[in-house]
C-alpha cells in the first residue's frame, strides 16, 4: 500500500520558515521522483517543486524559487519541504506526490500551512 504523510504545516507569521516532511512508505521510494505541489483556498492546485529519484536534480515555480528548498533522504524514505521567507500567498494545503512514468499517481493527504500576522 503506498503512502505519502505530510506533516510539519502550522500557523507562522510572514517572513517566517517552516519544514515539511513526507514520509513515504508502500513502495521504493529511492526509485521514484517526487513533488510538492499545493492548493490555495479558493484556488486550483500549483506545482510548487520535483526532486529526482536520487536528489540530484531539482526545480522550483517561480513564485517559491529562492524561498523554497525540496531534499530528500532516500535512507529514511522522506521528502522535505524548506520553506523561508514565508508570504500570504503560500497559504495552502501542501501535498507531496509521487511520480510514475505516466505522471502523479500517489499524493499524500495534505498538511495546512498558514502564513498570517
Known amino acids: 500500500e503506498v503512502q505519502l504523510v505530510e506533516s510539519g504545516g502550522g500557523l507562522v507569521q510572514p517572513g517566517g520558515s517552516l519544514r515539511l516532511s513526507c514520509a513515504a512508505s508502500?513502495?521504493?521510494?529511492?526509485?521514484?521522483?517526487v513533488s510538492w505541489v499545493r492548493q490555495a483556498p479558493g484556488k486550483g492546485l500549483e506545482w510548487v517543486s520535483d526532486i529526482n529519484s536520487s536528489g540530484g536534480s531539482t526545480s522550483y515555480a517561480d513564485s517559491v524559487k529562492g524561498r523554497f528548498t525540496i531534499s530528500r533522504d532516500n535512507a529514511k524514505n522522506t521528502l522535505y519541504l524548506q520553506m523561508n521567507s514565508l508570504k500570504p500567498e503560500d497559504t495552502a494545503v501542501y501535498y507531496c506526490?509521487?511520480?510514475?512514468?505516466?505522471?502523479?499517481?500517489?499524493w499524500g493527504q495534505g498538511t495546512q500551512v498558514t502564513v498570517s500576522s
Open positions: 506526490a509521487k511520480y510514475d512514468v505516466g505522471g502523479i499517481d500517489y
Open positions: 508502500g513502495f521504493t521510494f529511492s526509485s521514484y521522483d
